[in-house]
C-alpha cells in the first residue's frame, strides 16, 4: 500500500507565508506528477499546483507568484511553499500523487493524503 502525509498548516495572519510538506511511503516504484489541490468550506476541491517528475510546474492563476510547488525525488516528498496569503486561502490543502507501482508489472495509480488545514486571518 501508498500512504501521503501531509504537515505543516495551521493558523496565520494575512500576508504570513507558511510551507505544507506531503510525503508518500509504501509500495513505490516511481511517483510521476505530484500535485496539491484544496477545497474551502462548502465549496468544491480545486488544484492549486502540480510538479512532474522532472521538475516542471503548473499552477492556479489564483495562486501565481505567491506559491511555489517543489519536490524531493529522494524522499518521495512535495512542498508547497506559501507566501503572502489571503483570507481566501484558507481551506483544507491536500496532496495527491500518481504513484507507479510493480504488481507485478508497472502501473500509476493516485493516492491522496488525508489533508492539513490551512486558515488566514484578516
Known amino acids: 500500500q501508498v500512504q501521503l502525509v501531509e504537515s505543516g498548516g495551521g493558523l496565520v495572519q494575512a500576508g504570513g507565508s507558511l510551507r505544507l510538506s506531503c510525503a508518500a511511503s509504501g509500495d513505490i516504484f516511481s511517483i510521476n506528477t505530484m500535485y496539491w489541490y484544496r477545497q474551502a468550506s462548502g465549496k468544491q476541491r480545486d488544484l492549486v499546483a502540480r510538479?512532474?517528475?522532472?521538475?516542471?510546474?503548473n499552477y492556479a492563476d489564483s495562486v501565481k507568484g505567491r506559491f511555489t510547488i517543489s519536490r524531493d525525488n529522494a524522499k518521495n516528498t512535495v512542498y508547497l511553499q506559501m507566501d503572502s496569503l489571503k483570507p481566501e486561502d484558507t481551506a483544507a490543502y491536500y496532496c495527491?500523487?500518481?504513484?507507479?507501482?510493480?504488481?507485478?508489472?508497472?502501473?500509476?495509480?493516485?493516492?491522496w493524503g488525508q489533508g492539513t488545514q490551512v486558515t488566514v486571518s484578516s
Open positions: 510538479i512532474t517528475s522532472g521538475g516542471s510546474t
Open positions: 495527491y500523487a500518481d504513484v507507479v507501482r510493480l504488481d507485478p508489472i508497472k502501473r500509476q495509480y493516485g493516492y
